[in-house]
């Protein structure tokens, strides 16, 4: 079967992948301008038909890559954004051995369900129901489904090195490292337990957001089933009913960035799939977030990282920003500097500019498009499922049509959350790591300029020896500076003494050498 299956997949794929290379080549080549974009957007519709006829797993994988900049044309991305997790549902008589054989006879378990399901996913669907009388809603998952995503990503796992062939080195690199993190987040959203643990982290990183989530009933709850509190509310997308209950949608648009940043750059963990279908809101107005499946996590240090590149953004500082994203592994060794901040500059200037019409807004996203396809630019892994919460959370406000500067926002996410002091001190950690960087350097030639010292005595016998002083100052008060910066994270007072005391030792070694 598994043969079949390959064939099947790659027959049907190979023809968007050939005409993919074919385009993409073009757009980076044109740089996204006088172009025939129809052209595009007829192979992209191409490559959305192709992913849904082959089922679950590549309607997934479509809507991984539909925030892939790196990998796909513009149009390609407009086309794929598309692309919806809705799929025609299993009949109840094959849903409900599972919910028995994990819960218990339906029956005795649940005062109802309502059979008819109330939405239809590709890996699960969804049914209303009461316990107690507390209306609830009972997530189950599709028939199955196991079998057909473990046969289909043995299958791209085989067809991914033959595609590969015909496309261009930097997408290689991309579509390897996209695959890898698909492939793990796909079984963790098979298993309901770790949904359960996520939205319960979230929901308490959160509690004093604006927001409502939905609890959990753990009696209910197991790997292949989902027992939850039923949150009704109004699509966010649904910008008539949202009006007609006179709800703030530029005030939405402002709560929605809000939350999801806050999640991502206070706590590390954030919902990665916040597509409209996932997003609602309450009659007064506060949002509802369902669906917690597809996480991303940062460690401390990628998120420190991340804070240091959206303040220099906000602060209007390519060479910072530079800084950061190659502390984050978001460039190749070899980028080149200059080309990579005219590039941001010309970024910076957009974000912090007046709100740019319909047509300024598609170049813009045609340069950046263009950016990460021709400059020298990776997406680490961990950072991948940032990238799509990113994109989609842009896609929500493009709907809403509101006067909305992210930068603002974003200058107050980061005053809010308490954020710039932590970005501080990690740019004067980075500062005094290249310092102390290049110290060592300095130290690692000493053997050879003894060498020239000793093969020119006459010289240094008219010399007095001070740079051994002010070297060792250097040392000591360097050291000083970066354990203070450390320190001051915790004890501000000794961390700030720290830091005085370093800059006091390095003016008496000055000194000392100029004696």
């Known amino acids: 079967?598994?043969?079949?299956?390959?064939?099947?997949?790659?027959?049907?794929?190979?023809?968007?992948?050939?005409?993919?290379?074919?385009?993409?080549?073009?757009?980076?080549?044109?740089?996204?301008?006088?172009?025939?974009?129809?052209?595009?957007?007829?192979?992209?519709?191409?490559?959305?038909?192709?992913?849904?006829?082959?089922?679950?797993?590549?309607?997934?994988?479509?809507?991984?890559?539909?925030?892939?900049?790196?990998?796909?044309?513009?149009?390609?991305?407009?086309?794929?954004?598309?692309?919806?997790?809705?799929?025609?549902?299993?009949?109840?008589?094959?849903?409900?051995?599972?919910?028995?054989?994990?819960?218990?006879?339906?029956?005795?378990?649940?005062?109802?369900?309502?059979?008819?399901?109330?939405?239809?996913?590709?890996?699960?669907?969804?049914?209303?129901?009461?316990?107690?009388?507390?209306?609830?809603?009972?997530k189950v998952k599709r028939p199955g489904i196991e079998k057909v995503v473990e046969e289909d990503l043995k299958v791209l796992k085989k067809i991914l090195p033959m595609a590969l062939r015909f496309v261009d080195p930097n997408l290689r690199f991309s579509a390897r490292a996209m695959l890898s993190q698909f492939i793990e987040t796909i079984h963790e959203e098979m298993d309901y337990t770790i949904e359960s643990t996520n939205l319960k982290k979230i929901k308490q990183d959160m509690k004093k957001s604006n927001i409502a989530i939905p609890s959990v009933y753990d009696d209910y709850s197991s790997k292949n089933v989902l027992t939850m509190e039923y949150l009704p509310g109004i699509k966010i997308t649904n910008i008539e009913a949202l009006d007609e209950k006179g709800i703030d949608r530029h005030k939405l648009v402002i709560d929605v960035h809000k939350v999801f940043f806050t999640m991502l750059l206070r706590h590390s963990l954030f919902h990665a799939d916040p597509h409209p279908g996932n997003i609602s809101v309450t009659d007064d107005g506060k949002l509802i977030l369902y669906d917690y499946g597809m996480v991303g996590r940062l460690d401390n240090d990628t998120r420190l990282r991340l804070i240091r590149l959206y303040l220099a953004l906000v602060e209007k500082d390519p060479p910072r920003t530079v800084n950061a994203m190659a502390d984050l592994g978001m460039l190749t060794p070899d980028f080149n500097r200059s080309v990579i901040e005219k590039g941001i500059e010309l970024a910076v200037r957009a974000m912090h500019g007046k709100k740019p019409d319909e047509m300024e807004v598609q170049s813009l996203m045609e340069l950046a498009n263009k950016t990460m396809s021709k400059f020298p630019f990776v997406l680490p892994k961990n950072l991948a499922l940032y990238m799509r919460m990113a994109s989609i959370i842009e896609g929500i406000y493009k709907t809403h049509k509101v006067d909305f500067k992210f930068v603002k926002v974003l200058r107050e996410i980061l005053q809010e959350e308490h954020l710039i002091k932590d970005a501080y001190i990690e740019e004067l950690k980075y500062s005094f790591q290249r310092f102390a960087k290049s110290i060592d350097a300095t130290i690692s030639i000493a053997p050879e300029l003894k060498k020239f010292i000793d093969e020119n005595r006459s010289i240094q016998l008219n010399t007095k020896p001070k740079s051994n002083v002010l070297l060792s100052g250097s040392i000591l008060s360097s050291a000083i500076f970066v354990g203070s910066t450390v320190l001051y994270t915790t004890n501000e007072s000794l961390g700030i003494t720290g830091i005085i005391g370093s800059l006091i030792i390095m003016s008496i070694f000055t000194i000392f050498r100029k004696r």
């Open 1 to 138: 079967m598994s043969n079949i299956r390959t064939i099947q997949v790659l027959y049907k794929l190979l023809p968007s992948i050939l005409a993919l290379r074919k385009d993409r080549r073009k757009w980076v080549n044109t740089e996204g301008k006088d172009t025939d974009l129809e052209k595009y957007r007829k192979n992209a519709r191409k490559v959305l038909n192709t992913f849904i006829s082959l089922g679950p797993v590549y309607i997934k994988l479509g809507q991984w890559l539909s925030s892939r900049a790196d990998i796909l044309p513009q149009p390609y991305l407009e086309e794929l954004a598309k692309l919806q997790d809705s799929v025609p549902a299993a009949p109840f008589d094959l849903v409900k051995p599972i919910i028995e054989n994990d819960i218990g006879p339906l029956n005795e378990k649940f005062e109802s369900i309502d059979q008819n399901p109330l939405s239809g996913a590709s890996l699960g669907q969804v049914y209303r129901g009461r316990i107690s009388g507390q209306e609830i809603v009972i």
